[in-house]
């Protein structure tokens, strides 16, 4: 909230002509609250203040006005580094609030769960696991509960645990019932050999597909 034009910027004098910015922390003296709405009367801040005299530019030790929204560091001002975390609008979320976060270009990102690419559908694997994991294992056919589950992980914002609990289901059912007990039985554990897979070593699989699928946008870093 710092006016760099000297037009506005507070005279070492502390008697400012004019902030049109409304001073939001510093406090404006007799402009707080014309411009602006949330001035730091209205949002019952302290008011204890001082300047640069060699600039005019506001120094603020206040608390962070909207409180423990912005997180729990109150007086914490873009963790330290206000020259790549900035946020004009004050649009952005806290980091925090994201299940997964990235740097991408400089700028710290969270990933959302608005589907960015349409969800795929793929065989039994991921990876190099997909060519040596069949599609069909002996007489039974999984390709169709594999390549729903793919779609399940492809799916923005999806449980890894729901996907899987799915997929177990989806697999038992290709074991029809008509068939002799004894062939059954050994369609049934092949289906949960093939769940055990997914549920030990699905994490890295089902992260990608997310990271892949899903749009990411800049987060305010709150650490």
């Known amino acids: ?15 400012r002509s004019e902030n049109r910015v409304g001073d ?34 506001p120094y603020w030790p206040s608390r962070d006005p909207i409180e423990e929204q912005g997180g729990l560091n109150l007086y914490g001002f873009v963790a330290n580094d206000a020259i790549t975390g900035w ?3 004050g649009q952005k979320e806290p980091c925090s609030k994201y299940s997964k976060t990235r740097v991408e270009g400089g700028v710290k990102q969270g990933r ?13 694997g991921s990876g190099w696991t997909n060519y040596v994991i069949p599609d069909n294992y002996i007489a039974w056919d999984f390709s169709s509960a594999c390549a729903a589950h793919a779609h399940c992980y492809s799916t923005c914002g999806s449980s890894k645990g729901n996907c899987d609990s799915t997929f177990r289901s989806d697999l038992r059912a290709s074991c029809p019932s008509w068939w002799t007990p004894v062939y059954r039985l050994a369609c049934l554990n092949a289906a949960d050999v093939y769940y ?14 997310q990271d892949n ?10 650490s």
């Open 196 to 209: 055990l897979g997914v549920w030990g070593l699905g994490g890295g699989p089902f992260e990608n597909a």
């Open 24 to 57: 939001f922390f510093c406090e404006a003296g007799e402009r707080v609250g014309k411009n602006r709405l949330a001035s730091r009367i209205a949002t019952k801040e302290k008011t204890t203040y001082s300047y640069e005299l060699a600039s005019g530019r």
């Open 87 to 89: 946020d004009l609008l």
């Open 112 to 124: 959302t769960t608005t589907q960015a690419s349409p969800s795929t559908a793929g065989g039994c």
């Open 1 to 15: 909230m710092v006016a760099f034009n000297t037009d506005y910027a507070p005279s070492k004098t502390l008697t």
């Open 213 to 222: 699928h899903c749009e990411w946008e800049a987060c305010c870093d709150d």
